[in-house]
């Protein structure tokens, strides 16, 4: 007999669908897409209950990997959308259940440091770029000393 491997994601009003481990995650994917009428080209993931994203949006061959390869069977899971910046490479995440915070104070806040984090991230690289972007004659040029400047500084009395 095999055992019962489904799990339970959240999502919408406080809907609940039970789904069926035993299917690749490109299925299971597209079905949430369409029970949460999120657009194909949305990309969503699933959060646990602790707050782990499960990335599921990074598997390389979802079309060929199982979703119980990923998911813990008897589980919960919150659906969630994610919305890459187009400008930068900060990335969002929304709760794609409907007061969150209600129901699971402690998600809606890692969800929230999940998106700060990322933007942060993305903040400190664009820094970094533009800093190694600056042309080098942004920075004051000091004169070489020359011999006359030599001189007329040890008639000063200071130092070389």
Do not use: W
């Amino acid at each position: 007999m095999l055992s019962a491997m489904f799990v339970t994601v959240k999502y919408g009003a406080n809907c609940q669908e039970m789904v069926n481990l035993q299917c690749r995650v490109l299925i299971l994917m597209a079905h949430m897409k369409r029970k949460c009428q999120c657009r194909p080209e949305d990309c969503i993931d699933l959060l646990d209950e602790t707050g782990t994203l499960m990335n599921l949006s990074k598997v390389e061959n979802p079309a060929s990997e199982f979703a119980s390869k990923y998911l813990r069977e008897r589980e919960r899971y919150i659906l969630i959308r994610i919305v890459r910046e187009e400008s930068s490479e900060a990335i969002c995440y929304e709760s794609l259940l409907e007061n969150l915070g209600k129901h699971h104070p402690d998600l809606a806040d890692r969800l929230q440091k999940l998106s700060a984090n990322t933007q942060t991230r993305d903040q400190q690289r664009r820094g970094s770029l533009q800093r190694r972007a600056q042309p080098l004659t942004s920075t004051p040029a000091r004169p070489r000393p020359t011999s006359q400047s030599r001189k007329s500084s040890e008639f000063k009395g200071t130092p070389r």
